[in-house]
């Protein structure tokens, strides 16, 4: 399939090597900041109005901005996963869902809209991931946990079984969440309290 990148940063970069690894066709960048230099050996070929309708890849590394570009411009929003993910057959990705390399699936994990699994992260069984969340690389989300919308659970933090985090909530590099956590609160450290 033939797509265009919105977001040519460091993560438009790593969603391009990972789209072509999947075998997409990549026809260039979109990008706010264009005119820019080629990247990756591709066109940046302008911003968000250079959009030609086509089959977009959104790849901004803000949940918010991401949601938000996606209901901008009606594309539509293929999944990409990664061809050294493992997936369980019965898990589910919605429209626009990113899965980065090394990523594991777990049985009937459910990954939302536009939300991104990053590199080595491991979504376990039956977790549900919100629209627009971000697991970030390394991070571990064990057996039900459920993310809410646009959280963000930063690299290598670990979530215990059945936690519950809610939409928008940041979660700390590294942190170990044993208790559910309030939408829009930012929780670090081992075992994971409220950053004030
Ligand atoms: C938790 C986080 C969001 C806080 O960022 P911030 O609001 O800029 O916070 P600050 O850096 O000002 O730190 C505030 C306090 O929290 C502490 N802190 C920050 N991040 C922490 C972390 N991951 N674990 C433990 N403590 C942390 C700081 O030491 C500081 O403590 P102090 O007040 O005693 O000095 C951020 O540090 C973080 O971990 N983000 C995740 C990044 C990530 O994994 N992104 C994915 C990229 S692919």
Redesign the pocket.
């Known amino acids: 399939m033939r797509v265009l990148i919105l977001g040519a940063g460091g993560h438009g970069r790593a969603v391009c090597e990972a789209a072509w690894d999947a075998g997409f066709e990549v026809a260039g960048f979109l990008d706010g900041r264009a005119p820019l230099p080629e990247v990756l050996g591709l066109p940046v070929l302008g911003p968000e109005a250079a959009h030609d309708g086509g089959p977009l890849l959104i790849a901004l590394?803000d949940n918010a901005a991401r949601l938000a570009a996606a209901g901008r411009l009606g594309a539509a929003l293929p999944v990409l996963l990664h061809p050294s993910v493992v997936r369980a057959r019965s898990a589910e990705l919605a429209e626009g869902a990113v899965v980065m390399p090394r990523a594991v699936l777990g049985a009937q994990a459910r990954v939302g809209r536009l939300a991104l699994v990053?590199t080595g992260a491991i979504v376990e069984h039956d977790v549900e991931l919100g629209e627009g969340a971000?697991i970030?690389?390394g991070a571990v989300l064990c057996g039900g946990v459920r993310i809410g919308a646009r959280a963000?659970v930063?690299?290598g933090a670990v979530v215990a079984p059945n936690i519950q985090v809610g939409e928008g909530a940041?979660i700390?590099?590294?942190?170990s969440v044993i208790e559910n956590v309030d939408a829009f609160s930012?929780v670090?450290?081992v075992p994971a309290r409220i950053?004030l």
């Open positions: 590394g990053n971000h970030a690389p963000l930063g690299a940041v700390g590099a590294g942190a930012r670090a450290g950053l």
